[in-house]
């Protein structure tokens, strides 16, 4: 493929703010290219001498795509799954000669080539005993003569490490008891010793925790109860009008800020299906997140029963109804909200908020229905005296930095691992909502390896591929490509995508005046959202996500191709045909095109002006008319237009799990 000719993207060198490990490494969030998310242990040699052609050719190294990293054991693993990492006698790790020839040598010739391509060469280790599919003999014990293998035969210059394998221990392989942290804090920070003795300041080497200790901390709105008021939207919920009278389970959106009451996971406990929690009054807890389900579309919304994934493991957003009313139990400083079928809803209330007794029940109070066969409701107590009902108006849960985190790693992983899905991708997108204040240059939070252009079923139609890149770049979360990127194997619009200059500026880019990496700035119903980070240049402006979280996704099959037997199916269990259906061998068929006619859900999304902070557009706090520059980044796949001056807001209507993807510039006020 030809070189393509590329715009400078800008690269500036910030002060890096406290905590940070400050190494040199990771300045910017990095880019490159990982083999997990396509080949898992199925690789080889070839393959990445392959992928370095193709990306030097394509031009994505000359955009910063620098990084090949190996992902998975399966380079020292001839055995296959759950047998035997294979070592010396000496406990060096020996690769294998059916992936690599020559072996050890021949990795080295490998890397050594990769090198002189140009890129820089990244490892991959599991911290424990053994590895993710069960393999026995990870870097536990034998970290030191690993490590001389990464860095100083291998030359790598970024090494994740992986906890599948990490267990309790004693010293000397283990911290002493009480250590912060435990096991995996215990592991990761000795790689990061081990990385201080061999990086230099010419040649940092970036290290990657991932499950190490380190996750998202969910912020955002939470549960209280009010004074019931029926013209206030934060009280005001849809739900199936199935729901009504126990019939179904749903989601509890809320009216005002489109999030639902869902569960969410720390590093340390996952919260089983509980809810927007908030731990008395101290700041820390987990906010209200984005409506993760399945289906949204009609009366679909209604029959989703357990197919509500939160942000959390794999728990429910969906709640059931009894006849009895929904008791509240009290449960130290929470009162618990139970709606049927052992679910829950976790509200930390404060000493602010108005009591609840422990007896007490809620009814159900509706308000309107809706054209999505939703119903609009009140939860209100039964039995209190003053009318009080649940609301979304509880305190917000601000992010917490851990500074172990920002201080002993370049880059962790903010949540379970991706799938080439919509609603697994949007658990990881979730995870990245509220991380703006955590990441910054050195120490990056990263959902994953991005899997655009991954085939298989249900994978991202081209609206969809498009919506994760631009949330990919508004977060400032690293990019490592895991699709087939090899000559003839990935479209040449998404390579185009990949190589927007100007998405790539607004990824790398971090204001240090704000602090601030990117997140979610507003919700609205039903699943609209804006994304926002401010920018360093041009000065002043801002990039923006214009996000339509909903809707249904049908893809436009490609010619030759069909959908699964159970998509025709009426009987299937397997849940809706949404998304792609390609074939693992014809990666270049990924992402297909949005069949327009079978999707639904395009809404009209307004930005308004006013809801981005005004400091990161120059301005001051004024009830002015503000206008403003919009660009639109994605105008093509590989190139910006300028929209022209909008006053006080820019609206666009969106396809169902699409974006607009602006800048912002040269606001005024009138």
């Avoid at 490509?481 to 607004?506: H, K, S, T």
């Avoid at 360093?536 to 436009?556: D, E, K, M």
Wanted: net charge negative.
């Amino acid at each position: 493929m030809k070189k393509l000719n590329l715009t400078l993207i800008v690269l500036v060198v910030w002060f890096v703010p406290s905590y940070s490990w400050n190494n040199g490494a990771a300045v910017t969030p990095p880019r490159g290219f990982s083999n997990w998310n396509m080949w898992h242990n199925n690789f080889n040699a070839s393959l990445f001498r392959s992928v370095a052609q193709f990306m030097k050719d394509s031009g994505l190294q000359q955009a910063g795509y620098n990084f090949i990293t190996l992902g998975g054991i399966g380079y020292a693993n001839s055995s296959g799954p759950g047998q035997n990492i294979t070592r010396n006698a000496s406990g060096y790790l020996v690769v294998d000669p059916t992936k690599f020839p020559g072996g050890n040598n021949g990795m080295k010739v490998l890397t050594d080539d990769i090198r002189m391509m140009g890129f820089k060469w990244g490892s991959y280790t599991e911290a424990g005993t053994q590895g993710c599919d069960g393999s026995h003999g990870a870097s536990e014990g034998y970290e030191e003569k690993d490590a001389a293998l990464f860095f100083g035969e291998w030359g790598s210059e970024y090494l994740m490490v992986d906890s599948c394998g990490i267990k309790p221990r004693s010293p000397p392989y283990g911290p002493p008891p009480g250590t912060p942290g435990g096991q995996a804090r215990w592991e990761m920070s000795k790689w990061k010793e081990l990385i201080q003795g061999y990086q230099t300041q010419a040649k940092p080497i970036v290290l990657h925790d991932c499950h190490n200790g380190c996750g998202s901390n969910f912020a955002g709105p939470t549960l209280t109860v009010t004074e019931c008021n029926k013209t206030d939207a934060g009280q005001l919920w849809f739900v199936s009008e199935k729901f009504i009278g126990g019939k179904k389970s749903s989601s509890m959106i809320n009216v005002r800020n489109g999030l639902c009451s869902g569960c969410s996971s720390s590093p340390d406990d996952s919260c089983g299906n509980t809810a927007s929690q908030f731990q008395n009054g101290s700041g820390v807890g987990y906010g209200m997140q984005a409506c993760l389900i399945k289906c949204t579309n009609k009366s679909e919304f209604a029959e989703c029963e357990g197919a509500g994934l939160a942000t959390g493991l794999g728990a429910h957003q969906s709640f059931n109804y009894t006849t009895d009313g929904f008791l509240v139990r009290s449960d130290g400083p929470t009162f618990q909200l139970t709606l049927g079928n052992n679910n829950t809803l976790v509200v930390y209330l404060n000493e602010r908020n108005a009591p609840v007794s422990e007896n007490a029940t809620w009814d159900i109070n509706v308000i309107n229905s809706t054209s999505m066969d939703l119903n609009t409701v009140q939860f209100q107590l039964r039995n209190n005296g003053t009318k009080m009902c649940l609301s979304s108006a509880g305190e917000y849960v601000v992010p917490n930095i851990d500074p172990w985190c920002i201080s002993n790693n370049n880059m962790w992983r903010s949540n379970t691992d991706v799938l080439q899905t919509w609603s697994r991708t949007m658990i990881e997108v979730e995870s990245m909502a509220n991380q703006g204040y955590i990441s910054r240059p050195g120490a990056w939070s990263f959902p994953d390896c991005l899997e655009v252009g991954v085939p298989g079923e249900g994978s991202y139609t081209w609206e969809e591929a498009k919506s994760v890149v631009a949330l990919f770049a508004v977060t400032s979360s690293p990019l490592l490509l895991g699709n087939d990127v090899r000559e003839g194997r990935m479209q040449p619009r998404l390579v185009d995508l990949m190589l927007n200059a100007d998405m790539l500026d607004a990824n790398s880019q971090y204001n240090q005046k704000f602090n601030f990496a990117g997140g979610r700035v507003w919700s609205g119903p039903l699943y609209k959202e804006v994304w926002a980070k401010p920018l360093v240049s041009p000065a002043n402006s801002v990039a923006a996500v214009l996000f339509n979280r909903g809707g249904y996704v049908i893809g436009q099959i490609p010619s030759g191709e069909s959908f699964p037997p159970h998509c025709s199916d009426p009987n299937s269990q397997l849940g809706p045909c949404v998304g792609c259906f390609v074939d693992y061998d014809k990666p270049w068929l990924s992402p297909c095109d949005d069949n327009t006619t079978a999707s639904t859900g395009m809404q009209s999304i307004e930005l308004q002006f006013s809801l981005i902070n005004a400091s990161w557009l120059g301005l001051e706090h004024s009830q002015e008319a503000i206008q403003c520059h919009v660009y639109d980044i994605f105008a093509t796949p590989q190139k910006g237009e300028d929209l022209g001056v909008y006053t006080n807001s820019f609206q666009a209507n969106i396809p169902p799990h699409g974006v607009r993807f602006v800048r912002l510039s040269n606001c005024s006020t009138a």
